[in-house]
């Protein structure tokens, strides 16, 4: 790969707070034009990363660049290569859309005409003009992520940081927040989220998930489908879901059970065929409706598992 292609670079990116690396060692790159998706548990350093890639934290270890420069020694550079809305959105609740956003284009562009044209292009590109007078304390939660994005890319970054920009939104405003986005990564702008919701990581090019601040799984959602578990993923339909994770949690192959409505997927901890096994355990319980069948895994899947799987093996280091 070009070097010019990558926009984001992250090598041994390390930051301890005291005793705690809440940021341990990552690497990974990121292309223009890449939507990027950084996952992880509450805790796992998602916001750690982006304060570091952002210049706003100065990591204890590693180096960091954005667009060619060289974040941690020169983090003042980057403030106008990047956007960045940050996890509490960070919006003055009694200022107006068109204030809050003016502000924001004030402070980057100076020009205080150019920033009132900047505004209402914004305004417009978001469809935020029939709200451009109401505060920003009345808006609904889908229209604060808007205004939220509006205020971050006054300046025309072509980079942008969101994290948890969807926390909390209903799932046509997510979607429609999606599409935004997507038109933007087409424009060629960079962009790096963290999210919680698992068909949100699904519409990424590249997802990073974090554990314990480590990287513990980076590539294409395809790829990190088939390759983090190294055992099967099975599907089980047809009886009680949750009669069929009683039955099957605890034996010795399986390594979790979740249920999904009327269905439950195990993943197991051995790479063999266990579709019969699986079968005779839920016969021996009288299930004998169920359905089992191997099974691709859903990123949720593999959330689970390598969280199952890294928490087992702290376990066993105690
Ligand atoms: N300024 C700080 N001082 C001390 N500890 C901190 C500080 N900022 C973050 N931490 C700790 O670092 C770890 C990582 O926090 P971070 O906010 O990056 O997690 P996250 O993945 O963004 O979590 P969430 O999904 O809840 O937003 C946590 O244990 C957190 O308590
Ligand atoms: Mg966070």
């Given at each position: 790969?070009?070097?010019?292609?990558?926009?984001?670079?992250?090598?041994?990116?390390?930051?301890?707070?005291?005793?705690?690396?809440?940021?341990?060692?990552?690497?990974?790159?990121?292309?223009?034009?890449?939507?990027?998706?950084?996952?992880?548990?509450?805790?796992?350093?998602?916001?750690?990363?982006?304060?570091?890639?952002?210049?706003?934290?100065?990591?204890?270890?590693?180096?960091?660049?954005?667009?060619?420069?060289?974040?941690?020694?020169?983090?003042?550079?980057?403030?106008?290569?990047?956007?960045?809305?940050?996890?509490?959105?960070?919006?003055?609740?009694?200022?107006?859309?068109?204030?809050?956003?003016?502000?924001?284009?004030?402070?980057?562009?100076?020009?205080?005409?150019?920033?009132?044209?900047?505004?209402?292009?914004?305004?417009?590109?978001?469809?935020?003009?029939?709200?451009?007078?109401?505060?920003?304390?009345?808006?609904?939660?889908?229209?604060?992520?808007?205004l939220a994005l509006a205020c971050a890319i006054t300046h025309k970054p072509p980079v942008l940081f969101l994290d948890e920009p969807t926390a909390g939104v209903d799932p046509l405003s997510r979607r429609m927040f999606w599409d935004i986005l997507y038109d933007m990564?087409?424009?060629?702008?960079?962009?790096?989220?963290?999210?919680?919701?698992?068909?949100?990581?699904?519409?990424?090019?590249?997802?990073?998930f974090l554990w314990h601040g480590k990287l513990a799984a980076l590539g294409s959602p395809e790829k990190i489908k088939k390759t983090s578990i190294p055992a099967g993923v099975y599907t089980i339909k047809g009886v009680s879901p949750a009669e069929v994770v009683n039955?099957?949690?605890?034996?010795?192959?399986?390594?979790?059970?979740?249920?999904?409505?009327?269905?439950?997927?195990?993943?197991?901890?051995?790479?063999?065929?266990?579709?019969?096994?699986?079968?005779?355990?839920?016969?021996?319980?009288?299930?004998?409706?169920?359905?089992?069948?191997?099974?691709?895994?859903?990123?949720?899947?593999?959330?689970?598992?390598?969280?199952?799987?890294?928490?087992?093996?702290?376990?066993?280091?105690?």
């Amino acid at each position: 790969m070009a070097r010019s292609d990558i926009t984001i670079r992250a090598e041994g990116l390390t930051k301890r707070f005291g005793n705690l690396v809440a940021v341990d060692d990552v690497s990974f790159t990121v292309r223009q034009g890449e939507v990027f998706g950084l996952l992880g548990p509450n805790g796992a350093g998602k916001s750690t990363t982006i304060r570091m890639l952002c210049g706003i934290l100065k990591p204890t270890a590693g180096y960091a660049e954005i667009a060619g420069i060289n974040v941690v020694k020169t983090p003042e550079q980057v403030k106008r290569t990047i956007g960045y809305m940050s996890q509490r959105f960070g919006l003055y609740d009694d200022l107006t859309v068109r204030e809050n956003i003016l502000f924001y284009a004030r402070l980057y562009i100076g020009n205080w005409k150019k920033a009132a044209e900047r505004a209402n292009e914004v305004m417009e590109k978001l469809e935020l003009h029939s709200y451009a007078n109401t505060t920003a304390g009345q808006l609904s939660g889908g229209w604060r992520q808007r205004l939220a994005l509006a205020c971050a890319i006054t300046h025309k970054p072509p980079v942008l940081f969101l994290d948890e920009p969807t926390a909390g939104v209903d799932p046509l405003s997510r979607r429609m927040f999606w599409d935004i986005l997507y038109d933007m990564a087409a424009e060629g702008v960079t962009l790096f989220v963290t999210t919680h919701y698992m068909e949100e990581a699904e519409r990424c090019d590249t997802i990073g998930f974090l554990w314990h601040g480590k990287l513990a799984a980076l590539g294409s959602p395809e790829k990190i489908k088939k390759t983090s578990i190294p055992a099967g993923v099975y599907t089980i339909k047809g009886v009680s879901p949750a009669e069929v994770v009683n039955t099957l949690k605890g034996l010795p192959f399986v390594a979790e059970t979740s249920q999904y409505g009327s269905e439950v997927h195990v993943i197991t901890n051995i790479p063999e065929d266990v579709t019969h096994k699986i079968r005779e355990q839920l016969m021996a319980m009288g299930l004998n409706q169920a359905r089992v069948a191997p099974s691709v895994p859903s990123i949720e899947d593999v959330f689970m598992y390598i969280s199952h799987e890294k928490a087992n093996n702290i376990k066993q280091n105690e």
